[in-house]
């Protein structure tokens, strides 16, 4: 509450007037050579400006779950990594502005992601080649939470957002302020975040208790940043200060996972610094990352201990030859992480991993070609055990078909290699928090997959509509596959069964295995009726994805069917209401000794009003309404589905202030 009352202090106490914030350029900034939207090879989602204040949750996966395609791996509402296709973890890369979170986010599904929604500007979610630029791991895709915490302009006026939300499934209360100012060529950026909240609420007769224990969270943020804007480019620098103390829904034993994070950004451009290069970009992230694993909420069980930098230096160049226009790069990371304590369960490593890469623009009539190109070397030193080293090698190729200025097709083809990440190779142990035994397997070779996929779009007056197709074949695909053994905690061994009386944990193995996926994302948007002050929409969409097994068993966890509807109101440039209705079937294609998943109805809807308050301030209100027919929903992407349902019947209600 101290650090609510804070906020709220510095909101009502400032005297700084803005000017109206612009809306971006619908340019999708994740790409080295920022291209339109409607000229992209790549299936792209963008959220941003009021769309994305609708959708903004506790965690990036809960944010993006109803966009095509995108699902959300829960572990409770305070973790929730985004599944892409069927991918999530290492295979889907959560970055901040443009650098990896250097968390522990990928070593297993219990950790949250450091990367904060709240304080988003901007999510791009890019598929296909174009995440072959941040890591040829990225098979799933690339999530770029992008905000303004190194400022990229001055702003003619100080700037001031407040925002205040509250949830009645858990009690959440969150708290949000952002200023940003400028004078000459200096500007500076402050942000933080307070949130709280209890237990999460669920149907009565999914657990018989109405709630799940331990899931209550307290988490603080604060951000400040500054940056040096001139004709010539920018350069600037920015800390970030985040600290999460959230609990894991119990299965047998009670886990809070205490999370801090102190993290230091460099950022720095150069426009046209020689005749043939438009652009020279530089980036820089150091994170020290730490949390404790807490049994029964007090004792330290497991610490990680993370040290991460990396850096990225970016070449845009203007047209060489017949190349129109393309982006050369070098990319550096390495990761010091350490785990201490009886339960931890990977050894204390270091990963290095240097990569450089190109993507290259071609232009033939109405044909757009783009060739993308990534090399890496990994090479990662864990205690005890031998260095080991591998040099992925990716490569893309794809075109755009514009038949006219409404349509348009892509093909895109891409090879990927993926090297085994610490856990996948050294695991061998007891981890509470994710309620399990796991081991790795240090002779895990390269990961190879060979994507194809097609697209479709239009957009005209009265339709637009996007279909993508696709079929990925992955050679010696890693999978944490759950044995069917069990560790008995009492005797300290492995057993085939074990008895009603005694302390067991399922243990999951890293294996690999041939494998293929296969899938779509549809979407038909139709505006019903159009008004002279109002607009009446009606969206249709669906995506399924499907992983198999060369042995004839199936890859686990994978999301189900979907498909639903939407409709969406605008009125009088003010008021905005939305009731989006999703069915999902159940998940029978299940992996070895893993449970089916129930079909479920989502019901949600929502209601906004937005007014300007005098010339220079901005006023939104919405109400937000969340599982309307408080269905029991179990996620088939989570590892607690069967202990941990989705929250039920929630409404949130949220004000923002801005000048």
Known sequence: MLRQSCLLFLFFTSSAIAEDVQELEPVIVSAPLHTKTAETVHPVNI??????????????????????????????????????????????????????????????????????????????????????????????????????????????????????????????????????????????????????????????????????????????SGTLGGSWIDDWGMLGVSYNHLDNNYGVPPVDELVRIDLKQNRYDLRAEFYEPFSWIEALKLRFAYNDYQHAELEDGVTVGTQFDIQGIEGRVELVHKAIGFIDHGAVGFQAQNKDSVAIGEEAFVPPSEKQNYAVFMIEDIHAGNIAYELGLRVEHQQIDAEGFSSTQHTPVSASLSALWNTNDNILFSLAFTHAQRAPDVAELFADGVHFAAQSYELGDEDLQLETSYNLELSFKTDFDWMSTELNVFHNWSNDYILQENTGDWFNLDSESFVSDCATNEECLPVYQATQSNARFYG????????????????????????????????????????????????????????????????????????????????????????????????????????????????????????????????????????????
């Open 520 to 659: 779509f994302e549809a979407q038909l948007a139709l505006p019903l009726w159009e008004g002279e002050d109002n607009q009446f929409d009606l969206t249709l969409f669906s995506d399924f994805v499907r992983g198999e097994l060369s042995g004839g068993g199936n890859v686990p966890r994978m999301p189900p069917l979907r498909y639903g509807f939407q409709f969406d109101y605008f009125g009088y440039d003010a008021f905005s209401a939305g009731l989006r209705l999703t069915r999902a079937e159940p998940q029978n294609h299940v992996g070895e000794n893993e449970t089916p998943t129930a079909g479920y109805i989502l019901l949600d809807a929502n209601v906004s009003y937005q007014v300007q308050l005098a010339d220079k301030y901005n006023l939104l209100l919405f109400v937000k309404g969340n599982n309307l027919l408080n269905e029991t929903i179990r996620n088939s992407t989570s590892f607690l589905k069967d202990y941990a349902p989705e929250p039920g019947r929630g409404a949130e209600i949220g004000i923002r202030v801005s000048f």
């Open 47 to 220: 959220l941003a400006g009021d769309e994305l204040s609708m959708k903004q949750a506790t965690t990036i996966g809960e944010t993006l779950k109803g966009e095509l395609g995108i699902h959300s791996m829960s572990f409770g509402t305070s973790v929730g990594q985004p599944v892409i296709r069927g991918q999530t973890g290492v295979r889907v890369l959560v970055l901040q502005n443009g650098l990896s979170s250097l968390d522990a986010s990928g070593v297993s599904p219990d950790h949250a992601n450091s990367t904060e929604a709240l304080l988003a500007e901007r999510i791009e979610v890019l598929r296909g080649p174009a995440s072959l630029l941040y890591g040829s791991g990225a098979i799933g895709g690339i999530v770029n939470v992008i905000d303004n915490r190194i400022p990229m302009y001055v702003p003619e006026a100080a700037e001031l957002a407040f925002e205040q939300r509250y949830n009645s499934v858990s009690n959440q209360w969150s708290s949000v302020l952002k200023h940003d100012g400028g004078l000459d060529h200096f500007a500076w950026h402050l942000d933080g975040f307070f949130r709280t909240s209890e237990d999460y609420h669920v149907p009565t007769e999914s657990n018989g208790l109405g709630y799940v224990e331990n899931t209550d969270a307290q988490s603080w």
